[in-house]
């Protein structure tokens, strides 16, 4: 395994033999140190690339949030509104309802004037002949 050197110019020859595979495996060790400080380098600005697309991505994102909110606070309100408006319009429906339907004439209908209720000529024939003036005779339609 070991050779034993006889001469000095044997063991000058066995020593730059190693200082020329040192040489080479030095130069081989510079390009790998120099090739990985160039790929972390492009990774190192790759993932500053990428964080600042994130932030961009997060300020987005509440954004978005922010505009949900305030839609969905919005259809709340006009869900509320469209619900007092269904109420409104029922007590509107019912107070027009009750406000056009006609009342049944009665003796206070014209005030100052007689009212009475007949179901024919001959009771309209008798009030007439009562009063022995003109006399004005209001009728309801028969279909109310």
Do not use: C, N
């Amino acid at each position: 395994m070991s050779e034993r050197f006889e001469t000095r110019g044997e063991i000058g020859h066995s020593i730059s033999g190693v200082r020329d595979q040192l040489a080479v495996q030095a130069r081989v060790f510079t390009v790998a140190v120099g090739i990985s400080v160039i790929v972390l380098g492009f990774l190192y600005y790759q993932y500053m690339g990428l964080a600042e697309k994130y932030a961009d991505l997060q300020a987005a994102h509440a954004r978005i949030e922010g505009q949900l909110e305030a839609a969905i606070a919005s259809v709340a309100k006009v869900k509320v509104d469209t619900e007092q408006s269904r109420v409104d319009a029922q007590e509107l429906k019912s107070l027009l309802e009750a406000a056009l339907k006609p009342r049944a004439p009665s003796s206070a209908s014209f005030p100052g004037w007689l009212g009475i209720k007949s179901d024919g000529a001959k009771e309209a024939k008798a009030l007439i002949d009562q009063y022995k003036t003109p006399v004005w005779i209001y009728a309801t339609s028969p279909t109310e």
